[in-house]
């Protein structure tokens, strides 16, 4: 019987990248007893604010689906209200949006930057409009000059949903520092993570102080619970973790980008992604166009060249069973059908790079 070589190891899709900084980070908060939310969550939450939203009150919760939803609940929409949401996103967008009592309406993409197109926003907006939630899909952030000047002509709130784009700038500005509220996600793929969580940029101290109510049931001082409230605090423990990487943030994004720009540059056969002139993209993905038959693609390129891929993704959200609507928003669903997500975090090497690009052009019948 012949043995079968064994195939090249395999580049995985994304790679959370933890050190002996945010182990020793943790074995400190561990060896303390305190693991509870207690001063690393108040120092990450102020140097958070400090680095990614232009000091802005920033509030630390327990996942980035916990920051959507306080958001929301904080500024008191709810029951009756509809929010517009790009269809084009991960299900929890318009899931938060269900969960404050209200109810999500899905409008179509941007196809060159996946991001909502605030022409279609303009065409959802009802007397029940409380809110626009444009998604900075990618790392790559919506047209915010555009939409708040929507929101502004029509008295609505922007809640941005800024999971994905941690550093990302529009116009000069980072997102989550203009808009009435902005949510973040710390999760293990993410551009940093604490493990888990999320976290909650304000316009102002009140809305602050209603989301630090709301994360603790309710209550700033023990037993004197105010509203009522949910158990969406973060731990000492991953606040430590969170601390750490954002400081090696800044350097981890200006090697996503100069990850992406040699893929650009080398690509061929295949739309690689756009950058919008006032953006400054993050790469939380670096997503490519596969005309025909992305899904063959993305196996081929893993079975033959050992590069794993990531389709984000393959549902639109109107379309899931726990939306089920029947609306005609074509980007979106194109996008679905075409979008392909290649490799592009910070610890790639060199030859990693070319053995990416060399795998899709030739699937892609593209020389380099």
């Known amino acids: ?88 996103t991960f299900a929890a967008s318009a899931n938060a949006v269900r969960l404050a009592g209200a109810d999500p309406v899905f409008v179509d993409i941007d196809p060159a930057t996946y991001c909502m197109d605030p022409g279609a926003v303009r065409s959802a907006i009802t007397g029940r409009t409380r809110a626009v939630m444009p998604v900075h899909l990618y790392g790559h952030p919506a047209d915010m000059t555009a939409i708040a000047a929507l929101a502004a002509d029509h008295g609505l709130l922007v809640v941005e949903d800024a999971a994905q784009a941690h550093g990302a700038r529009w116009a000069g500005h980072r997102v989550g520092s203009g808009s009435d509220a902005a949510a973040f996600s710390l999760y293990p793929t993410k551009n940093m993570t604490a493990g888990e969580g999320g976290m909650v940029a304000t316009a102002d101290a009140a809305s602050a102080r209603r989301v630090r109510l709301l994360r603790n049931q309710g209550m700033e001082r023990r037993y004197e619970n105010e509203v009522v409230g949910f158990n969406a605090r973060m731990s000492d ?67 033959e060249f050992g590069i794993a891929t990531g389709v984000y993704y393959p549902t639109p959200v109107h379309r899931l069973p726990s939306f089920g609507l029947a609306i005609d928003l074509p980007e979106t669903e194109l996008a679905a059908a075409q979008v392909l997500a290649l490799p592009v975090y910070p610890s790639l090497t ?11 052009n030739t699937l892609a019948g593209a020389g380099r």
């Open 237 to 303: 423990v991953h606040a430590a973790i969170g601390r750490v990487q954002l400081a090696k943030l800044p350097q981890w994004t200006a090697q996503r980008q100069a990850n992406a720009a040699y893929l650009t540059r080398e690509l061929r056969g295949v739309g690689a992604p756009v950058v919008a002139p006032e953006a400054e993209h993050v790469f939380h993905q670096y997503v490519i166009r596969v005309p025909e038959d992305r899904d063959g693609f993305a196996a081929a390129l893993l079975e």
């Open 1 to 88: 019987m012949t043995a079968t070589a064994p195939g090249p190891e395999v580049i995985p899709a994304a790679r959370p990248l933890i050190g002996t900084a945010e182990r020793r980070a943790v074995d400190a908060v561990l060896t303390s007893g305190g693991l509870a939310q207690g001063p690393e969550v108040a120092a990450f939450e102020r140097e958070f604010s400090e680095a990614l939203v232009e000091s802005r009150p920033v509030t630390a919760v327990n996942s980035g689906t916990a920051a959507l939803h306080l958001a929301l609940v904080a500024l008191a929409i709810g029951r009756g209200d509809e929010v517009v949401v790009p269809s084009f």
């Open 350 to 360: 060199l030859r990693q790079l070319d053995r990416i690009v060399d795998a899709v």
